[in-house]
């Protein structure tokens, strides 16, 4: 990853010569609940350790530790909270950025016919019926991933030939503080 693009997800402002990250936008038709979804449960669990060897590529130490970070089920997703604590609606000082890291992706990596490179996402408000569909152009990487409301969601995100889970919390604006990393 690129120094300036390491910058802006750590939280650069435009006019700093780096460029945005790609928002995650409207995506692909819903797919039944996770049981966790049902239930109402949240799993999320926000890491602060060193991230696994496979997500390190751009940071410029070789054992990053300290990025907030949540990592999918299975294991082979995980994203590092930029934006942290995620909020909804989006703060009005700094947004919901996410760096997602698939496991095992090459450069190059072909998806089989009838999948896609994109990140697409599906997000469950827990506990409800309420559903919001994001997509990550070109797959995973940068990210701004706006949910409708605050609360945990439980996401589903599919990219080339790969599923998995994990859950997200979005707190109200007026809970967070203001410092990126702060929480």
């Known amino acids: 990853m ?10 650069c402002t435009p006019g ?17 609940a996770t049981p966790a979804a049902a239930a109402g449960r949240c799993d999320y669990a926000v890491r ?17 530790a300290g990025f907030p970070y949540v990592i ?17 609606p989006p703060d009005a000082e700094r947004s919901n950025k996410i760096l997602w890291v698939a496991r095992g992706v090459a450069a190059g990596e072909q ?20 559903v919001a569909q994001r997509r990550v152009a070109g797959g995973p990487g940068p990210s701004i991933v706006d949910l409708p409301r605050a609360g945990c969601w439980h996401l589903t995100l599919t990219w080339w030939n790969h599923m998995d889970t994990l ?15 702060d929480g």
């Open 2 to 11: 690129p120094a300036a693009l390491l910058a802006l997800l750590c939280g």
């Open 16 to 32: 700093t010569g780096a460029q945005p990250a790609r928002a995650a936008t409207p995506a692909t038709p819903a797919t039944p």
């Open 48 to 64: 602060r350790d060193v991230l696994p060897p496979w997500a390190r590529a751009g940071f410029s130490d070789p054992s990053p």
């Open 72 to 88: 999918s089920r299975s294991g082979e997703i995980l994203g590092v909270v930029f934006g942290y604590p995620l909020t909804a």
């Open 111 to 130: 998806a089989s016919p009838g999948s896609s490179p994109d990140l697409r996402i599906e997000a469950r408000l827990a506990g409800t019926d309420e």
């Open 167 to 181: 859950d997200l919390r979005y707190d109200p604006p007026s809970k967070t503080a203001t410092i990126a990393g």
